[in-house]
Nanobody, 125 residues
């Protein structure tokens, strides 16, 4: 069992940056692929980024590629989402997620079996 706790959300102006840390409990963090999804008001939850167990492989949604960076520190049980050049349309609740299972499609939320409570990110224009 893994518990995930996000932090770092808040209000930022367009063009600004935020870094979202996600702290994971448990001693087997390095055995989990990790990711970030987001859900804007009135919209479905959508994939943002994912990182492999070792951290050697990352994948991003087209809408965030080049602006967002996912990283992890397995020694500290942390995964991060660095968000740069933020836009008002990036306003959403951001969720940290992880899975111990094989991911056939990293962009599908049903592939992940652990979720945090989410942290609100609001980007003002």
């Amino acid at each position: 069992q893994v518990q995930l706790v996000e932090s770092g959300g808040g209000l930022v102006q367009a063009g600004g940056s935020l870094r979202l840390p996600c702290a994971a409990s448990g001693r087997t963090f390095s055995s989990y692929a990790m990711g970030w999804f987001r859900q804007a008001p009135g919209k479905e939850r959508e994939f943002a980024a994912t990182i492999s167990r070792s951290g050697s492989t990352t994948n991003y949604a087209a809408s965030v590629k080049g602006r967002f960076t996912i990283s992890r520190d397995n020694a500290k049980n942390l995964v991060y989402l660095q968000m740069n050049s933020l836009k008002p349309e990036n306003t959403a609740v951001y969720y940290c997620t992880g899975t111990s299972r094989y991911l056939s499609d990293y962009g599908v939320s049903s592939g992940y079996n652990y979720w945090g409570q989410g942290t609100q990110v609001t980007v003002s224009s």
